[in-house]
């Protein structure tokens, strides 16, 4: 089993910048991706940023892309999402996932293992 632990979430103004931490421990993988998700309420979870654990390859969602930064610290089996320029409709609860591939998707099913997610709110 892998266990994930979100932090960072909170209350922030528009146009302000938050970071999400993702620390993940138990179970290793010799290839594995790891991605960040989120989901406002009465809306599906739609994916946000993805990371390959190996070789740090990066993909971003149309609406977060320019704005917000995903990276890793490899020692600290950690991944970062750097968001700034946050606007209302970032609010949700975000949450970071890990497929065991080395393939960034963002389709919510292929990812075999998810925090229990952290609330973003953006005012106005």
């Known amino acids: 089993q892998v266990q994930l632990v979100e932090s960072g979430g909170g209350l922030v103004q528009a146009g302000g910048s938050l970071r999400l931490s993702c620390a993940a421990s138990?179970?290793?993988?010799?290839?594995?991706?790891m991605g960040w998700f989120r989901q406002a309420p009465g809306k599906e979870r739609e994916f946000v940023a993805g990371?390959?654990?190996?070789?740090?390859?990066?993909y971003y969602a149309d609406s977060v892309k320019g704005r917000f930064f995903i990276f890793r610290d490899n020692a600290k089996n950690t991944v970062y999402l750097q968001m700034n320029s946050l606007k209302p409709e970032d609010t949700a609860v975000y949450y970071c996932?890990?497929?065991?591939?080395?393939?960034?998707?963002?389709?919510?099913?292929?990812?075999?293992?998810w925090g229990q997610g952290t609330q973003v709110t953006v005012s106005s």
């Open positions: 996932a890990v497929r065991v591939s080395e393939v960034i998707t963002t389709t919510p099913g292929a990812y075999n293992y």
């Open positions: 138990g179970r290793t993988f010799s290839s594995y991706a």
């Open positions: 990371i390959t654990w190996g070789g740090g390859s990066t």
